[in-house]
């Protein structure tokens, strides 16, 4: 069966069990709530005092559940589909959402249409055009009833995600936050729908994703002075991700749970992201406010992320019963749609009539030192794998450090997670699918550290080691820009035997393998990476990156490695070395990459700040024999601030280049263009975008063709 049709069904049954456990509380105050049904914990009848549902059974939905259930129809039967997107037809869907609001007066209801849906359609039945009435709805109602266009449409095209969502907001809420707000949840649930895996760092990393994703689409939608809804979005999964978590109360009172956009949408982000189970639906049923939208968008986005499993079977049952609603054959509709529409779109994309054609690539002489690429572009992309250490840096800034016994005033400049972290923050930049290995404990730095890997999307595959926190590290700095470290141990400096060896077998070639250097400081993590390296699979390609312990472990490959250091840390290596030749070649960083090449037998890259870098690898003369060569790559020219975190961009985007396939001179290119860029700017997690790396990597080039 497809896997993703108990997500499918997920997201629907998820919205309806949010919607159903919502109803009895909508609109009443956490007091009211409290005084009527003490706590919800489950389906409860609405209470005569309810203001929309009185005297509603056990497992009634709202307008949330039909509204979305009739989207979906008309998403079905093809109103308005063209051009390969799934898109509703204007005056259809509002004319249809006449039609359900005449339904339900007849049927004695007072959970109608919300203030902006009325609004519009009261418009559209006096004559006007329904594509003329929307541009004043600023409130939740297309974001509650667009997970259908979730589960038929893909984020893989933007512009016809943003079509399709467009469609179900411009009747109704044709202003930047309905489409907004309507797009994060569809954003959600489509990704949810394709993600590969479920667990809770994977829900928060989906909720991160989604509204990165929104904040790429072009704006759409009339203005309106309500809040941003990504921004609002944004800042309440930092709020639910700051330790120690706060409670849905707090939450509730920093974000609101009205039926504004702004509010309902990023709450029910905010509730997921604290806490990703079904008890996020109960925690918006207990809120107060606009509890059934907040819950039902809940539900769509965890059971569309984790499957129509992760919820109670007989509660969803006794929803299913009591408003007859026939879930699983919509999502298998709804999926079969999605899948036309994908074909559909594939069909219509221009062929390159060379497509077909293998390209004659000169490859050269390759020695069996020499790395070779383990994926083209062509190809799928590979991931990045930290296997190293995150913890987290309380950075302070000061004149100097005080001497012995004494004592200084400093700076604080904030709290940051660092380690590994900025390297991964760096492939994920380029693109890069990146997941972390290191060992997360149990304390507050622990969940700064989860909550700093979702909201990058990077995965959190590491160990976990329970009793302990993962650890700090103080970086003072002082006037001259001069980095002083003290760090403790924690978590992240206990991985299990077999923990990493255990996933580094899994890899599959065309991966990186980014190793920090640091682990060799640590004896369980040497032992771990070592056996890790001893498992690596054929193809899987390894960055080392030595760092100031200047460790080198047993067992690192010579095929398919690239080492990396800076020109200092090049210069200590040379003075442990017996040969004093070695130890002088190393002052100047052309030289020392050779020698560096010569004395570690694998392919070398010593960065040498503005000066760029060199790389060191076997080359092939005319005569057969292998000799030394070392090749220069420039770095562009930049008013350097900050170099905290330079190495480590440049460490990431060399290996996020590398795992998608481009050539190793064009990856180092991008590597030192992303490592100067990230000086000008202050923070260690400073990479800048893909695009800024690619163009400064293109001018770069166009000065060399030009000289």
């Given amino acids: 069966m497809d896997p993703r049709l108990s997500r499918a069904h997920g997201a629907l049954a998820g919205l309806a069990l949010g919607d159903a456990l919502g109803m009895p509380t909508q609109a009443m105050s956490p007091a009211q709530i409290r005084a009527v049904y003490g706590r919800i914990t489950g389906l409860v009848d609405g209470d005569a005092s309810q203001p929309y549902a009185p005297g509603m059974p056990a497992g009634s939905v709202t307008d949330d559940t039909e509204q979305a259930l009739l989207i979906a129809s008309l998403l079905v039967r093809g109103r308005g589909s063209s051009s390969g997107h799934a898109a509703l037809d204007a005056g259809e869907f509002a004319h249809a959402l006449l039609a359900w609001e005449d339904s339900m007066i007849a049927r004695g209801s007072l959970d109608l249409l919300g203030p902006s849906t009325k609004a519009a359609l009261e418009r559209v039945r006096a004559g006007e055009d329904p594509l003329s009435v929307g541009g004043a709805g600023t409130t939740n109602g297309a974001a509650m009833r667009v997970t259908p266009v979730g589960i038929a449409v893909s984020t893989a095209d933007p512009q016809a995600f943003a079509e399709s969502v467009w469609s179900s907001c411009q009747v109704t809420h044709a202003t930047r936050q309905g489409f907004q707000s309507a797009a994060l949840v569809a954003a959600a649930v489509s990704l949810g729908i394709d993600a590969a895996s479920s667990s809770a760092s994977d829900v928060r990393a989906l909720l991160w994703e989604a509204v990165s994703y929104v904040d790429s689409l072009p704006e759409r939608g009339a203005w309106a002075p309500d809040p941003d809804v990504v921004a609002a979005t944004r800042r309440a999964l930092e709020l639910a991700s700051t330790p120690p978590s706060p409670s849905p109360e707090s939450l509730a009172e920093q974000i609101g749970s009205s039926v504004a956009s702004a509010q309902a949408i990023p709450m029910a982000f905010a509730l997921l992201a604290?806490?990703?189970?079904?008890?996020?639906?109960?925690?918006?049923?207990?809120?107060?406010?606009?509890?059934?939208?907040?819950?039902?968008?809940?539900?769509?986005?965890?059971?569309?992320?984790?499957?129509?499993?992760?919820?109670?079977?007989?509660?969803?049952?006794?929803?299913?019963?009591?408003?007859?609603?026939?879930?699983?054959?919509?999502?298998?509709?709804?999926?079969?749609?999605?899948?036309?529409?994908?074909?559909?779109?594939?069909?219509?994309?221009?062929?390159?009539?060379?497509?077909?054609?293998?390209?004659?690539?000169?490859?050269?002489?390759?020695?069996p030192e020499e790395p070779a690429p383990t994926s083209s572009p062509a190809s799928p992309a590979g991931r990045v794998v930290l296997m190293g250490q995150i913890l987290v840096d309380l950075a302070v800034r000061g004149e100097a450090l005080p001497s012995p016994g004494g004592d200084v005033w400093a700076v604080d400049e904030g709290m940051h997670v660092g380690g590994g972290f900025n390297a991964l923050v760096a492939a994920r930049r380029m693109g890069a699918e990146a997941l972390s290995l290191s060992p997360i404990g149990e304390g507050p730095y622990s969940s700064l550290i989860q909550a700093a890997l979702a909201r990058e999307g990077i995965t959190d595959a590491g160990p976990r080691v329970a009793g302990i926190d993962n650890g700090f590290c103080i970086a003072f700095t002082d006037r001259t820009g001069e980095r002083t470290f003290i760090s403790t141990k924690g978590a992240e400096t206990m991985v299990p035997a077999s923990a990493w060896a255990d996933f580094v077998r899994t890899m599959n070639p065309g991966d990186v393998l980014y190793v920090d250097g640091y682990l060799m400081d640590h004896p369980a993590n040497k032992e771990a990476a070592q056996a890790a390296l001893h498992a690596l699979p054929e193809g899987v390609r390894v960055v080392l990156d030595v760092s100031p312990v200047i460790g080198i472990p047993d067992g690192l490959p010579t095929r398919d490695v690239i080492i990396s250091m800076n020109h200092r840390e090049a210069q200590e290596i040379g003075k442990r070395s017996e040969d004093s030749s070695v130890r002088d070649r190393c002052r100047e960083p052309h030289e020392a990459a050779c020698a560096m090449f010569g004395l570690l037998g694998r392919p070398v890259v010593v960065r040498a700040g503005a000066a760029g870098a060199y790389v060191a690898r076997p080359s092939v003369a005319a005569t057969d024999t292998v000799h030394e060569d070392a090749s220069h790559v420039p770095t562009p020219r930049v008013e350097a601030i900050d170099t905290n975190g330079a190495g480590d961009a440049h460490s990431g985007v060399l290996a996020a280049s590398l795992a998608q396939g481009i050539p190793l001179e064009r990856a180092l290119l991008l590597a030192n263009c992303a490592g100067a860029l990230s000086a000008t700017v202050v923070g260690p997690a400073s990479c800048p975008s893909r695009s800024q790396i690619e163009a400064a990597a293109d001018a770069l080039e166009a000065r060399a063709d030009e000289e």
């Fill in 274 to 367: 604290r806490d990703p189970s079904p008890r996020a639906l109960l925690d918006a049923a207990n809120l107060g406010g606009d509890t059934d939208t907040i819950g039902a968008i809940a539900g769509a986005i965890l059971g569309a992320a984790a499957g129509v499993g992760v919820f109670d079977g007989s509660a969803l049952a006794q929803v299913e019963e009591v408003s007859r609603l026939g879930l699983p054959s919509v999502a298998g509709e709804l999926l079969e749609l999605r899948d036309q529409v994908l074909v559909g779109r594939q069909e219509d994309a221009p062929t390159d009539a060379s497509s077909d054609a293998t390209p004659e690539v000169s490859r050269g002489v390759t020695s």
